[in-house]
């Protein structure tokens, strides 16, 4: 016999992420349990009838749903400001499935270039294959997404900011266009988290999200998740994802809701950090240039700002000379760590023209800006003074 708290009295945001949707058990544990099993039993076979027909509410199968995992859908779709979640193995199986659950062969998606390597896989060359229709444009520019628009136009899909250049698309004029055009909107709002955009608010259909980045943001578990209204979840998603099956683990899933309890600080102090140092790279000799939302000089800084309550803990700079001194620079780095994740409480650094957007043809590197002396660094929470100083001493050694 378990009880589910749902705490329905609570009133604001950071209450409800941290103690809302509450299952406890009978041996009034102070942290949440985990439910880590695959299956749940039934005391008759009347009663399991009864639960797979509908008719009588209980877990049946992890695949389907799960306790632990049920409080974090809840606690995200609260810092989301999104209706209702499913959560998902990994970003990736979010973006996948997010595409795949409502499309058919025939379909039509518009997707912005601007995309992470598997973001673009999946689109360019793995939903292609099983008849949908794609078409790429910049999606910075709102004219291009609707010279695009055919008959049989379903979904659009885009990054804001993009990874790594840190490009911004207008979420509320791209939702409005596509309501317009009865299309929905997916976003990818990995880089900037729940806690700095909520693209729902502008109108955005379907957003997804890696769990492995800001949410846990402590290097330890993969995850994703899927954001919609609950008549999406219900009657496209659901049918969808408890049938192909790329579940969340109920151990990761405890993870990443006790992330959850902490995101909303973590990503403040990164962002005011990530803002020290990009003001620090800005003026250093051996940089050419540093892309950052929420910089002066960044192309679409009022709409970054209309749309993200920061600029977020994700930068990228073009270091002078090639490939050659941008490995320099990362190999001289002693206390910054080479690694392709992102979002973490350390500050990490990778070469993306080799790593995460290998995938991606030459020519489609450099239509995104993604040249051989880019880096990107997601910047943590250790002090500024030691990140400078890393970032400083790496530069100078090239
Ligand atoms: C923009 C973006 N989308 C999706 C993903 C995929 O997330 P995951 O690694 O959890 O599958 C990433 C990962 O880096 C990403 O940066």
Same mark, same amino acid.
Request: net charge positive; glycine share 6%; proline share 4%.
């Given at each position: 016999m378990w009880v589910t708290m749902l705490k329905s009295s609570l009133k604001g945001k950071n209450s409800k992420i941290i103690r809302g949707a509450l299952n406890k058990t009978q041996f009034r544990e102070q942290s949440e349990s985990l439910f880590l099993t695959s299956g749940f039993t039934y005391q008759t076979a009347e009663q399991a009838e009864a639960i797979f027909k509908g008719d009588e509410t209980?877990?049946?199968?992890?695949?389907? $749903?799960?306790? &632990?995992?049920?409080?974090?859908?809840?606690?995200? $779709?609260?810092?989301? #400001?999104?209706?209702?979640?499913?959560?998902?193995?990994?970003?990736? @199986?979010?973006?996948? @499935?997010?595409?795949?659950?409502?499309?058919k062969a025939g379909d039509h998606v518009v997707s912005a270039t601007a995309l992470f390597g598997s973001c673009r896989e999946v689109i360019k060359n793995i939903i292609t294959r099983y008849g949908i229709e794609v078409s790429f444009v910049d999606g910075k520019n709102i004219d291009n997404w609707e010279k695009e628009i055919k008959s049989n136009t379903k979904t659009f899909f885009f990054e804001t900011p993009s990874n790594p250049c840190l490009e911004i698309v207008d979420i509320e004029a791209v939702c409005k266009l596509a309501k317009k055009n009865n299309v929905k909107v997916v976003?990818?709002?990995?880089? $900037?988290?729940?806690?700095?955009?909520?693209?729902?608010?502008? =109108? $955005?259909?379907i957003i997804v999200y890696s769990g492995t980045k800001h949410i846990d943001g402590q290097g330890r578990t993969m995850g994703g998740a899927i954001l919609s209204s609950e008549k999406f979840?219900?009657?496209? %998603?659901?049918?969808? %994802?408890?049938? &192909? #099956?790329?579940?969340?683990?109920?151990?990761? @899933?405890?993870?990443?809701?006790?992330?959850?309890?902490?995101? =909303?600080?973590?990503?403040?102090?990164?962002?005011?950090?990530?803002?020290?140092?990009?003001?620090?790279?800005?003026?250093?000799?051996?940089?050419?240039?540093?892309?950052?939302p929420f910089k002066k000089n960044h192309?679409?800084?009022?709409?970054?700002?209309?749309?993200?309550?920061? #600029?977020?803990?994700?930068?990228?700079?073009?270091? /002078?000379?090639? /490939?050659?001194? @941008?490995?320099?620079?990362?190999?001289? %780095?002693?206390?910054?760590?080479?690694?392709?994740?992102?979002?973490?409480?350390?500050?990490?650094?990778?070469?993306?023209?080799? &790593?995460?957007?290998?995938?991606?043809?030459?020519?489609?590197?450099?239509?995104q800006n993604i040249h051989e002396n880019l880096v990107r660094l997601s910047v943590g929470l250790e002090d500024f003074e030691d990140i400078k100083n890393d970032l400083d001493q790496a530069l100078i050694a090239i």
């Open positions: 209980g877990f049946q199968y992890t695949r389907y $749903a799960n306790p &632990t995992i049920d409080t974090f859908e809840k606690r995200m $779709a609260v810092i989301d #400001g999104s209706e209702s979640c499913f959560a998902t193995a990994s970003g990736m @199986a979010a973006v996948f @499935a997010s595409l795949m659950c409502q499309l976003v990818d709002n990995i880089l $900037a988290s729940p806690v700095l955009q909520n693209p729902s608010k502008f =109108g $955005a259909d979840r219900e009657d496209t %998603l659901k049918p969808f %994802l408890r049938h &192909t #099956g790329p579940c969340i683990s109920p151990f990761n @899933a405890w993870v990443l809701s006790k992330g959850l309890e902490t995101v =909303g600080l973590r990503v403040i102090e990164q962002s005011k950090t990530a803002e020290k140092v990009v003001e620090f790279l800005s003026k250093h000799n051996e940089i050419e240039l540093v892309n950052y192309p679409q800084y009022d709409l970054a700002k209309k749309q993200q309550k920061m #600029g977020g803990n994700v930068l990228s700079f073009y270091i /002078k000379g090639k /490939k050659k001194e @941008a490995f320099k620079f990362l190999n001289n %780095l002693k206390m910054i760590d080479i690694c392709n994740n992102l979002g973490d409480t350390k500050s990490l650094a990778i070469h993306p023209a080799t &790593t995460t957007h290998r995938v991606l043809t030459y020519e489609e590197r450099n239509n």
